[in-house]
């Protein structure tokens, strides 16, 4: 089946440690998205990229990091530069101009 | 100002009610407009493109108005299961194509 996946579903943080949020898509869509919401909020970009090798910041990038070396992955790195990193990450993917489907997100947790 | 504003609700109505939601839109170069259905710790699904003309989908009505840069979603016959919150979501041409999420509106259907 085509879709969108996001691993883990579930992910506890130490503080100060880096961790690894995986998106892939089967779906052959250039662009890829990740996005932040946090309780009772909307969602806030923090990094999107429109083909393979090239990405830009959103709005919210600081004390994030990505990388696009195939066209079916754009993991995100949490760093311990983001100070408030609990939250929930959706990642998402798009043929350009069209709508985005979404995987069904981490929940990630500072402990 | 935000790119993308959305009155957050939370909209409380009784079954069976007639309900609308208007969401505006800062840059003139939106190309694509969209309305998706987010429930509670999901991922936002897709509710409905916004065309031009307008467009219809059984009790949901979607329109824009370029002139004055909104889109609205009417919703009539209210169900409990339309309890969700509703995101616009804006595909801008001239920033790469990005999709700009508005902060959602909540809706609760109450019996």
């Known amino acids: 089946d085509g879709g969108i996946t996001q691993s883990p579903k579930y992910l506890f943080r130490k503080e100060g440690q880096n961790v690894t949020l995986s998106c892939e898509q089967n779906l052959n869509h250039d662009a890829m998205y990740w996005y932040r919401q946090d309780p009772g909020q909307g969602l806030r970009l923090i990094y999107y990229s429109q083909i393979v090798n090239d990405f830009q910041k959103g709005d919210i990038a600081e004390g994030y990091s990505v990388s696009r070396e195939k066209k079916e992955s754009f993991p995100l790195t949490v760093t311990s530069a983001q100070k408030n990193p609990t939250a929930f990450y959706l990642c998402?993917?798009?043929?350009?101009?069209?709508?985005?489907?979404f995987g069904q997100g981490t929940r990630l947790t500072v402990v | 100002r935000k790119e993308v504003e959305q009155d957050p609700g939370p909209f409380n109505v009784p079954e069976g009610a007639t309900v609308a939601f208007n969401c505006t839109y800062s840059?003139?170069?939106?190309?694509?407009f969209f309305w998706y259905r987010q429930d509670c710790r999901k991922e936002p699904k897709l509710l409905m493109s916004v065309y031009s003309s307008g467009n219809e989908d059984g009790r949901f009505t979607a329109q824009l108005n370029r002139a004055s840069q909104y889109i609205s979603l009417l919703i009539r016959d209210s169900k409990l299961s339309d309890s969700a919150t509703y995101l616009c979501v804006v595909n801008i041409a001239n920033a790469g194509n990005m999709l700009t999420f508005g902060g959602g509106t909540r809706l609760m259907v109450k019996p």
């Open positions: 998402a993917s798009s043929p350009r101009a069209v709508e985005a489907f």
């Open positions: 840059n003139s170069a939106s190309q694509s």
